[in-house]
C-alpha cells in the first residue's frame, strides 16, 4: 500500500524555478531516506539531492549544490525540492524515491531505491 507522488514538475526558462513536491503513503518518512533521481535521454540515472530524515544528513550532486534545496515539509509527510536558477541541463523526468535508511549520499551514489513514484516532467528552455 505504499505509494509516492511526485507533483509540480512543468516548463520554465533559463533561470527560473520550480518547486517539486513528494508525498507519500503506507509509511512515516522519519524512520527513512528519500532521494530525487533524474532522468535525462542518453544519460544515466543520477541522484540529484537525497536526504535521510532520521537525521538530517542530506547530499547534494555537485551540478546542483548551490541552486536546489531539498527540505521536509513541516507537519506532512512529505519532502520539497526546490530548484532555482534553472539550467537547460536540469531537464529530465524527476522521480522520488524513498528507501530503508542509507546515507544521503549513498542512496544519490546508488540512484537506487525501494519505493518509487512515477516521476515528473521538467524543461528548462527558451
Known amino acids: 500500500q505504499v505509494q509516492v507522488v511526485e507533483s509540480g514538475g512543468g516548463f520554465a526558462q533559463p533561470g527560473g524555478s520550480l518547486r517539486l513536491s513528494c508525498a507519500a503513503s503506507?509509511?512515516?518518512?522519519?524512520?527513512?531516506?528519500i532521494g530525487w533521481f533524474r532522468q535525462a535521454p542518453g544519460k544515466e540515472r543520477e541522484g540529484v539531492a537525497c536526504?535521510?530524515?532520521?537525521?538530517?544528513?542530506?547530499w547534494y550532486e555537485a551540478s546542483v549544490k548551490g541552486r536546489f534545496t531539498i527540505s521536509r515539509e513541516e507537519g506532512e509527510n512529505a519532502v520539497t525540492l526546490q530548484m532555482n536558477s534553472l539550467e537547460p541541463e536540469d531537464t529530465g523526468v524527476y522521480y522520488c524515491?524513498?528507501?530503508?535508511?542509507?546515507?544521503?549520499?549513498?542512496?544519490?551514489?546508488?540512484?537506487?531505491?525501494?519505493?518509487w513514484g512515477q516521476g515528473t516532467q521538467v524543461t528548462v528552455s527558451s
Open positions: 503506507g509509511l512515516t518518512l522519519d524512520y527513512y531516506s
Open positions: 524515491v524513498v528507501s530503508s535508511y542509507v546515507t544521503a549520499q549513498a542512496m544519490c551514489v546508488q540512484a537506487n531505491g525501494d519505493y
Open positions: 536526504l535521510s530524515l532520521g537525521d538530517g544528513d542530506m
